[in-house]
């Protein structure tokens, strides 16, 4: 399963109700909530709105950078049909590397100017994601324990 969206299946099943409140993941070490268009799942660090944007297209999902609270749709991290689209962490963090270019130029543009981002930064903060969603999907789920008499 590909390494980004593997949360989404723990999103769908139910098992995080994190609407319309943002839900602490793991003692808060990341926070999600859904939007309002019922579609789009944010997952971003404590600090300054940073992460990923889980659009759920049904059977399958896209991923954009949430970077500075704004979910850039210019820059597809992961897209639902693509063949090529990053499996592994390694994969991920070389797509990160790559689409960060894109980043820093959208950072350039009059649109985004007033967020005072930067390439570095967003990478930066990208790999502490990258680090957490290596520790999320690597969770068991323990059972109910037995009650011993």
């Known amino acids: 399963m590909n390494f980004v969206e593997h949360i989404m299946d723990h999103l769908r099943s139910g098992a995080i109700n994190n609407?319309?409140?943002?839900?602490?993941?793991?003692?808060?070490?990341?926070?999600?909530?859904k939007l309002e268009d019922k579609k789009t799942n944010l997952i971003w660090l404590p600090f300054e709105y940073t992460g990923l944007a889980y659009v759920d297209m049904g059977r399958q999902v896209n991923v954009y950078p949430y970077y500075r609270g704004v979910i850039f749709e210019e820059v597809e991290l992961s897209r639902g049909t693509d063949l090529h689209k990053p499996q592994t962490e390694e994969a991920f963090v070389k797509a990160l590397f790559l689409k960060s270019w894109e980043m820093h130029e959208l950072l350039q543009q009059e649109k985004y100017a007033y967020l005072q981002g930067s390439a570095p930064d967003f990478?930066?903060?990208?790999?502490?994601?990258?680090?957490w969603l290596r520790y999320y999907n690597s969770m068991q789920t323990v059972g109910a324990g037995r009650k011993f008499s």
């Open 19 to 33: 609407y319309p409140q943002p839900v602490a993941l793991n003692m808060g070490l990341a926070y999600t909530v």
């Open 123 to 131: 990478l930066a903060k990208m790999l502490y994601i990258t680090d």
